[in-house]
């Protein structure tokens, strides 16, 4: 695991550490000092540690004009020990909706695996961002189906195109832009 760096194609773009008002915001990271761990897996240091022992992320993008933002995921989401969705509502999600961001697109090729509590702080998410939305994006099929059973499908927007989309591909706007086109046409089906 300690070679899986987060996406890096956008920094010329876009870096929490320089955005004053990230939750990141001053951080300095190192190429070479790896402290944090998914248990005993050393990671790469340039993921955010958010509080949670098995949960990390990258803040990928951030457009306060546009309301959306980019996070990037690495690790085990497990809400039943150590309840990661409150941390990463409460130290992440939190500090940009209060910023104005309503879009949240969650890459999650890298979350091994989900353990359910309960959904109270996904439907506080979904409360507090009125008319915008979550894209859970390149999640695994075993992790989306581990959400699924308990319900979170009815906060986050997955499927289809969504599972697959070659997003390092696309400029931050225009991945927006290619997931807002797939909620449409998954909304009018």
């Given at each position: 695991m300690h070679d899986i760096e987060p996406h890096y194609n956008?920094?010329?773009?876009?870096?929490?550490?320089?955005?004053?008002?990230?939750?990141f915001y001053g951080r300095e990271y190192s190429e070479f000092d790896f402290l944090d761990r998914v248990y005993n897996h050393l990671i790469h240091p340039q993921w955010d540690?958010?509080?949670?022992?098995?949960?990390?992320?990258?803040l990928l993008y951030c457009n306060y004009a546009d309301k959306f933002a980019v996070i990037?995921?690495?690790?085990?989401?497990?809400?039943?020990?150590?309840?990661?969705?409150?941390?990463?509502?409460r130290e992440i999600i939190d500090l940009l909706i209060a910023e104005g961001v309503n879009k949240f697109i969650l890459v999650g090729e890298n979350v091994l695996n989900f353990h359910y509590s309960?959904?109270?702080?996904?439907?506080?998410?979904?409360?507090d961002i009125d008319d915008g939305w979550v894209a859970a994006i390149n999640f695994q099929s075993h992790v989306l189906q581990e959400m699924s059973q308990v319900g979170?499908?009815?906060?986050?927007?997955?499927?289809?195109?969504?599972n697959d989309l070659p997003w390092?591909?696309?400029k931050p706007q225009d991945l927006k832009l290619k997931i807002e086109k797939i909620f449409n046409r998954l909304i009018d089906v």
């Open positions: 956008w920094r010329h773009i876009y870096t929490a550490e320089n955005d004053p008002v990230s939750p540690n958010i509080g949670s022992p098995t949960l990390f992320v990258k990037e995921l690495l690790g085990e989401w497990n809400d039943c020990l150590y309840n990661d969705v409150m941390i990463l509502k309960d959904t109270c702080y996904y439907e506080e998410w979904i409360e979170i499908d009815e906060y986050f927007l997955w499927g289809g195109d969504l390092r591909t696309y």
